[in-house]
């Protein structure tokens, strides 16, 4: 495991990695959308071939790029939109009503 990826195991937040790869960001982008973020770059990060064997400079230009792309799809878009979580795949972006809600809870007979 390279130095840079020992490193990125111990950041944690959105700010965390946004601050480490020093990609400019909105507080008010991030707060609403942080764990939509670190998904999609997790998600860039797996579709990228070769990301194990690059050398740390590599490595590092490489997760600046994907992280700001990740950021940027946010800026641009909205959770709804972009379906990063199962639960808006579910649902195609739309929200759930009180009456489906309770269609799925047990009668009270």
């Known amino acids: 495991m390279s130095e840079l990826s020992k ?8 700010e965390e ?16 959308n942080r ?6 770059f ?4 797996r579709t990228t071939p070769g990301t194990a064997d690059m ?8 997760c600046r790029e994907l992280l700001t ?6 800026v641009r878009s909205t959770p709804a939109q972009e379906k990063v979580f199962k639960v808006f795949q579910d649902q195609n972006g739309q929200g759930v009503s009180l009456d489906k809600l309770r269609l799925t809870l047990p009668s009270r007979q």
């Open 17 to 32: 990695f946004l601050n480490f790869f020093q990609v400019e960001y909105e507080q008010a982008v991030v707060h609403v």
């Open 69 to 74: 792309r990740a950021y940027g799809d946010f």
């Open 7 to 14: 490193h990125m195991s111990t950041l944690s937040s959105a």
């Open 42 to 45: 997790n998600q860039y990060m």
């Open 55 to 62: 050398n740390d400079d590599t490595l590092r230009r490489t």
């Open 35 to 40: 764990l939509h973020i670190l998904k999609r």
